[in-house]
């Protein structure tokens, strides 16, 4: 056992900043996904109490190392609960949270002093973290170099016009003649500038000398992104904003101490039982709305963005002023050592976390996934035959995620019913073969469906009736919770199904 420093010259602020802002993160996640379970009658949006109690144990004591150990392993267990993954910020949100426990807990098994063990986890955690927001970036920009990313009927061109229509511009720009035409050029130069955004950064993060821009750069990215209207982007932006407070040298946090201080008012947060009442009064009020008002749950999502916004907006912006108001010295390295400050000077294995987000961007070029992957709005397209990428061809590693797609001609099962006929919104009409034995695999009791693979005879079973044949043949778990391969129609005017 090591012996506790006793001299240490200043307070190391890091670990509380990163504490305060993943907790501001989980119940603006929370408040996302519960808007969208809310209208989708999913009983999963009650995680918003309990979230949004231990985020407010963490709030009102950021120092405590065993309040944000109980808010990451909650978060680690509900993001296991909704594999596969479907939202990038699942799987950053896993990530971070077994990197913090690792450190916490190592921490906490060689140091006494708690000043020391919050100091000695940072270093941990942090270094790995600010390698997986780096792939993050690096993988956003190479994905978006594919033909469709620039096309007019792609998902970026379709969310622009979705922001244009939700705050009433779209009427506006209609008054200027030929607006088709200037929307599209305005629209190309807006993807070509995120494009080369999210290159910048990837690249910006890596040098200690350009850190700062870095930061900028990102925190405005995705205050512009904030605007778009949808959850997921939201919180995603979200996951980014807390992982950033990684990159902060103690320092910058120190001087913000000290300029919170000077203020005429303080801000303090509640306490402990002030939070936990705030978390119950949520609670109560989201089922008495649920019940009471069940016309009104269509407009959850809405809601729910725009408590997203009113949460990170603030914040952003105050992260954005401490940034630039921080003096340029204040971003020199604290450290002694040499080599760069985002390699782990101990406990390497924290390693394998980054290496699994760089696999998961890397599996959208083979033949496992085509979900996620850190993809946002590109068009990616990994489809047998080749990709719609630029240098990157398709590689081939399993052989049935896409082969002979299959259509649903009828069935019994209601959750089937939505991938009948024409699909219904983000429904596909047409499956992988992989895709809908999943589905059944996690289906129980009895099922009866038509279906038809690609130039196939149409086929009719039952579970019950008809056991050995192909359709029902279960998905083993891990495959089952590691692969996602949907299909791309080729014929959508927007297929953000990718």
């Known amino acids: 056992m090591n012996r506790p420093e006793k001299n240490i010259a200043s307070p190391d602020l890091r670990f509380q900043a990163f504490a305060v802002a993943w907790a501001l993160w989980t119940i603006a996640r929370y408040t996302a996904t519960a808007g969208q379970y809310i209208k989708q009658g999913d009983m999963s949006w009650s995680y918003v109490i309990p979230g949004v109690m231990l985020s407010g144990l963490v709030l009102s004591r950021p120092s405590s190392i065993g309040r944000l150990t109980t808010l990451m392993l909650f978060t680690a267990i509900v993001c296991l609960l909704e594999l596969p993954f479907k939202a990038n910020q699942q799987l950053l949100a896993l990530g971070t949270c077994m990197l913090v426990t690792f450190g916490i807990l ?17 270093t ?9 927001v780096i792939v993050v970036y690096s993988w956003a920009f190479i994905h978006k170099l594919n033909h469709d990313y620039f096309g007019d009927d792609g998902c970026a061109f379709f969310f622009y016009e979705l922001i244009l229509d939700k705050y009433g511009l779209q009427s506006l720009t209609n008054m200027f003649g030929d607006a088709l035409s200037r929307e ?5 130069v807006i993807s070509i500038v995120i494009l080369l955004a999210e290159g910048a950064i990837a690249v910006l993060l890596v040098f200690q000398r350009t850190l700062r821009v870095a930061l900028v750069l990102m925190l405005l990215a995705h205050l512009l992104f904030m605007v778009i209207p949808d959850n997921l982007v939201g919180s995603f932006s979200a996951t980014m904003w807390a992982m950033a407070a990684c990159f902060v040298p103690n320092s910058v946090w120190l001087r913000t101490r000290d300029f919170l201080r000077r203020l005429p008012v303080s801000p303090r947060p509640p306490s402990t039982w002030s939070w936990l009442g705030i978390s119950l009064l949520i609670g109560i009020v989201l089922i008495a709305c649920a019940f009471a008002f069940p016309k009104l749950t269509r407009y959850a999502p809405l809601i729910s963005t725009g408590l997203i916004i009113m949460l990170w907006a603030p914040v952003a912006l105050m992260m954005l002023f401490i ?5 340029k010295s204040s971003w020199k390295s604290e ?3 040499t080599g760069a400050y985002w390699i782990p000077s101990a406990c390497r294995w924290t390693l394998v976390i980054p290496t699994l987000m760089f696999t998961c961007g890397l599996m959208l070029y083979t033949d496992i996934r085509n979900e996620t992957g850190f993809a946002m709005f590109s068009n990616l397209r990994s489809d047998p ?4 990428h630029f240098f990157i061809p398709r590689i081939a590693v399993m052989n049935d995620g896409n082969d002979r797609g299959v259509t649903i001609l009828e069935t019994d099962n209601p959750r089937f019913n939505l991938f009948m006929n024409d699909g219904r919104r983000r429904y596909p009409s047409r499956l992988t073969w992989f895709e809908l ?7 129980q009791g009895d099922i009866a469906i038509t279906y038809q693979r690609d130039g196939e005879e149409v086929v009719t079973v039952t579970r019950g009736l008809n056991p050995d044949d192909p359709v029902f043949e279960a998905v083993g778990p891990f495959e089952s919770r590691l692969r996602l391969f949907t299909t791309i129609p080729t014929t959508d005017g927007c297929p953000c199904r990718h």
């Open 106 to 122: 190592c921490s906490v098994r060689h140091f006494r002093d708690r000043e020391m063990q919050r100091r000695h986890a940072f």
């Open 124 to 132: 941990l955690f942090a270094p790995s973290i600010r390698i997986c």
């Open 184 to 188: 599209t050029f305005i629209f190309f």
């Open 323 to 327: 940034i630039l108001k921080s003096p």
């Open 335 to 337: 450290s002694p050592r």
């Open 385 to 388: 035959g080749g990709s719609n």
């Open 437 to 443: 034995r999943r589905m059944i695999t996690a289906e």
